[in-house]
């Protein structure tokens, strides 16, 4: 018989955890992109919506742009889509081309809820309400009704008394029913505008109320608020003229933005108003990408259609997952998982030296964390990049989050310290040669910018600001591991690395306590916060020492005794380095 090859002992261990860390990643992936079929579809055949909010701007184009016009044939385009799913639209404002709303509306069979946009300007404001008149009077069998201004009293723009006398004008003007459109807190602090409109227009967006939320809450709350309206203005009709959930972006408290709350949330509002028999407009047609540069990712992501490609998110019948793409995000992170090990068993081959069992144990984790977190980390990076500057900042991070792992596993392998500042920007004759120390001390660098902007941003201008956990944690994950595996023979604390600790770990203490302890999101990017200021605080002396030594017992416990037989015994390299951690820290 031909003898068996067998496996150097060396290996096995490693390849376990190769083999453990592939199957974590493919569990999570598995579990997290797990689709759900609702119950019932809100969007199907033979059961239109009964109005839905339209905006027409695509990647490029903006309202604030005056300059800018929407071509008839684009807007056509996009009315013969939603002519399919829904009997109305509901549009903001007549600039930019959306005075041929009207007429383009008729040709597919659209009634039109036509908004006229008031500010501050008055001559603006008189110059939108003429043409606005004009197109009730010329299509009024499609303008079903008028909205006269949005918000306006919420973004303190106008007072209620000057919106009612314009109001008043306006419906002596035209001949369709009248109302104004605000926050349902503004009506209720408002009430004498009741006295102008035909109908009461309300917006009711839980993910956005003062205490937000939860997606599993939403619709009761919607339907809890429409009748505490309902009771304060008993002779007038209620339209929910907004009401929708973000199918992404950051939370807030514990309202959480997804593919799979969107949809549920907007089956069970319109189940519920079909019901009960009352309207509801949804918020909105489109996903509108220019709206992220001034209300971040949350603002863009509210259609029932893709912004990009148009296409219905949620078609009747088809299960509904976070991950569309969730499969290539899991390729993506099996191949970082096999690069951290590659690179740590070619450092290993090359340093000619068994490596410690807790060095294999701190791969694995960077590997496995690494792998699990690369496709959201580039998810985010995809869809949370907007201007030049926020690109940069995110290109920054999702780079270095991806190499992390590889430098700091063949750190760890190499017993090479995290080098500081002055280690690789310092004077010349301090300064370390090692190109791959160079390349580690850059990127502990970049991510330690990148992590106080973000934290700034977080302090001082919160509220669309997205969190970048999992390229943080990435990142900031195995740089902690060099730390805590390989102490630096310096014992002295760097002063500018000890200054970025401190802004970061007094700006984490900040953000969890302004965003809540309901925000999971929020939690998981202050521990990444913490533990990047960790690693730029360096472990004590008998910090470390107690650290190296607990994880070398948790990995000698779950290791195969094969590996103590191959050489992690007494007096193997492994322990003696253990053992020779004396309690100044130093080798």
Same mark, same amino acid.
């Given at each position: 018989?031909?003898?068996?090859?067998?496996?150097?002992?060396?290996?096995?261990?490693?390849?376990?955890?190769?083999?453990?860390?592939?199957?974590? *990643?493919?569990?999570?992936?598995?579990?997290?992109?797990?689709?759900?079929?609702?119950?019932?579809?809100?969007?199907?055949?033979?059961?239109?919506?009964?109005?839905?909010?339209?905006?027409?701007?695509?990647?490029?184009?903006?309202?604030?742009?005056?300059?800018?016009?929407? !071509?008839?044939?684009?807007?056509?385009?996009?009315?013969?889509?939603?002519?399919?799913?829904?009997?109305?639209?509901?549009? &903001?404002?007549?600039?930019?081309?959306?005075?041929?709303?009207?007429?383009?509306?008729?040709?597919?069979?659209?009634?039109?809820?036509?908004?006229?946009?008031?500010?501050?300007?008055?001559?603006?404001?008189?110059?939108?309400?003429?043409?606005?008149?004009?197109? +009730?009077?010329? &299509?009024?069998?499609?303008?079903?009704?008028?909205?006269?201004?949005?918000?306006?009293?919420?973004?303190?723009?106008?007072?209620?008394?000057?919106?009612?006398?314009? *109001?008043?004008?306006?419906?002596?003007?035209?001949?369709?029913?009248?109302?104004?459109?605000?926050?349902?807190?503004?009506?209720?602090?408002?009430?004498? *505008?009741?006295?102008?409109?035909?109908?009461?227009?309300?917006?009711?967006?839980?993910?956005?109320?003062?205490?937000?939320?939860?997606?599993?809450?939403?619709?009761?709350?919607?339907?809890? *608020?429409?009748?505490?309206?309902?009771?304060?203005?008993?002779?007038?009709?209620?339209?929910?003229?907004?009401?929708?959930?973000?199918?992404?972006?950051?939370?807030?408290?514990?309202?959480?933005?997804?593919?799979?709350?969107?949809?549920?949330?907007?089956?069970?509002?319109?189940?519920?108003?079909?019901?009960?028999?009352?309207?509801?407009?949804?918020?909105?047609?489109?996903?509108?990408?220019?709206?992220?540069?001034?209300?971040?990712?949350?603002?863009?992501?509210?259609?029932?259609?893709?912004?990009?490609?148009?296409?219905?998110?949620?078609?009747?019948?088809?299960?509904?997952?976070? &991950?569309?793409?969730?499969?290539?995000?899991?390729?993506?992170?099996?191949?970082?998982?096999?690069?951290?090990?590659?690179?740590?068993?070619?450092? !290993?081959?090359?340093?000619?030296?068994?490596?410690?069992?807790?060095?294999?144990?701190?791969?694995?984790?960077?590997?496995?964390?690494?792998?699990?977190?690369?496709?959201?980390?580039?998810?985010?990076?995809? &869809?949370?990049?907007?201007?030049?500057?926020?690109?940069?900042?995110? !290109?920054?991070?999702?780079?270095?989050?991806?190499?992390?792992?590889?430098?700091?596993?063949?750190?760890?392998?190499?017993?090479?310290?995290?080098?500081?500042?002055?280690?690789?920007?310092?004077?010349?004759?301090?300064?370390?040669?090692?190109?791959?120390?160079?390349?580690?001390?850059?990127?502990?660098?970049?991510?330690?910018?990148?992590?106080?902007?973000?934290?700034?941003?977080?302090?001082?201008?919160?509220?669309?600001?997205?969190?970048?956990?999992?390229?943080?944690?990435?990142?900031?994950?195995?740089?902690?591991?060099?730390?805590?595996?390989?102490?630096?023979?310096?014992?002295?604390?760097?002063?500018?690395?000890?200054?970025? +600790?401190?802004?970061?770990?007094?700006? +984490?203490?900040?953000?969890?306590?302004?965003?809540?302890?309901?925000?999971?999101?929020?939690?998981?990017?202050?521990?990444?916060?913490?533990?990047?200021?960790?690693?730029?605080?360096?472990?004590?002396?008998?910090?470390?020492?107690?650290?190296?030594?607990?994880?070398?017992?948790?990995?000698?416990?779950?290791?195969?005794?094969?590996?103590?037989?191959?050489? !992690?015994?007494?007096?193997?390299?492994?322990?003696?380095?253990?053992?020779?951690?004396?309690?100044?820290?130093?080798?």
């Amino acid at each position: 018989m031909r003898a068996q090859t067998k496996i150097p002992a060396a290996i096995r261990a490693p390849l376990a955890l190769l083999v453990l860390s592939l199957a974590v *990643i493919t569990g999570v992936w598995w579990w997290m992109a797990a689709p759900v079929t609702l119950p019932q579809a809100a969007i199907g055949p033979g059961a239109k919506l009964d109005c839905v909010s339209y905006a027409p701007f695509r990647s490029g184009q903006t309202p604030w742009k005056s300059t800018i016009v929407i !071509s008839e044939a684009q807007i056509a385009e996009d009315l013969v889509e939603l002519a399919k799913v829904s009997r109305c639209i509901r549009t &903001y404002s007549i600039e930019n081309g959306l005075d041929k709303v009207p007429e383009l509306a008729s040709k597919v069979g659209l009634k039109v809820i036509l908004g006229v946009w008031l500010g501050r300007d008055q001559l603006k404001n008189a110059a939108l309400i003429n043409t606005a008149t004009v197109l +009730a009077g010329k &299509y009024p069998g499609v303008i079903s009704a008028m909205m006269v201004g949005s918000e306006v009293l919420l973004r303190g723009e106008m007072k209620a008394p000057a919106l009612c006398e314009i *109001i008043r004008s306006v419906k002596a003007q035209v001949g369709v029913p009248l109302s104004y459109a605000d926050v349902w807190e503004f009506w209720l602090r408002h009430p004498d *505008i009741s006295k102008c409109v035909d109908f009461v227009t309300i917006h009711i967006l839980p993910y956005w109320e003062d205490d937000p939320v939860r997606a599993e809450d939403a619709a009761a709350h919607t339907i809890e *608020i429409r009748k505490r309206v309902a009771l304060a203005f008993p002779d007038k009709e209620i339209l929910i003229g907004e009401t929708g959930w973000p199918g992404r972006g950051r939370m807030r408290a514990g309202a959480l933005p997804s593919r799979i709350n969107q949809a549920r949330y907007i089956t069970q509002i319109v189940e519920r108003a079909r019901k009960e028999n009352f309207r509801v407009n949804l918020f909105e047609a489109y996903d509108e990408p220019w709206k992220r540069q001034w209300e971040g990712t949350i603002g863009s992501s509210w259609g029932l259609y893709d912004g990009e490609s148009r296409a219905l998110k949620y078609p009747a019948g088809v299960a509904v997952t976070d &991950y569309p793409f969730w499969k290539l995000q899991l390729c993506g992170g099996l191949l970082l998982s096999v690069c951290v090990f590659a690179a740590s068993f070619w450092t !290993s081959r090359r340093q000619r030296m068994l490596p410690r069992p807790e060095s294999w144990a701190a791969v694995g984790i960077s590997a496995t964390v690494g792998g699990v977190l690369l496709g959201f980390a580039a998810e985010k990076w995809l &869809y949370e990049s907007f201007g030049l500057f926020s690109w940069v900042m995110q !290109s920054l991070l999702l780079a270095a989050a991806v190499a992390a792992p590889l430098l700091s596993a063949m750190a760890v392998m190499s017993e090479r310290a995290l080098p500081t500042v002055r280690d690789v920007a310092g004077r010349s004759e301090s300064r370390v040669r090692s190109l791959e120390t160079v390349i580690l001390g850059g990127t502990l660098a970049v991510v330690t910018l990148v992590a106080a902007v973000t934290a700034l941003n977080l302090v001082f201008d919160p509220r669309w600001r997205d969190f970048p956990y999992p390229a943080l944690t990435m990142a900031a994950l195995p740089l902690c591991m060099v730390t805590l595996f390989n102490r630096s023979k310096s014992g002295a604390n760097p002063k500018a690395e000890a200054s970025f +600790a401190t802004l970061l770990a007094a700006a +984490a203490l900040f953000i969890l306590f302004n965003e809540g302890f309901a925000n999971w999101q929020s939690l998981w990017l202050c521990a990444a916060y913490g533990l990047l200021s960790v690693t730029l605080w360096r472990l004590q002396p008998g910090t470390v020492r107690w650290a190296v030594r607990t994880v070398f017992g948790a990995a000698s416990a779950v290791l195969p005794s094969r590996l103590q037989a191959a050489g !992690s015994g007494p007096g193997s390299p492994g322990l003696q380095a253990v053992e020779a951690v004396g309690d100044d820290g130093k080798s």
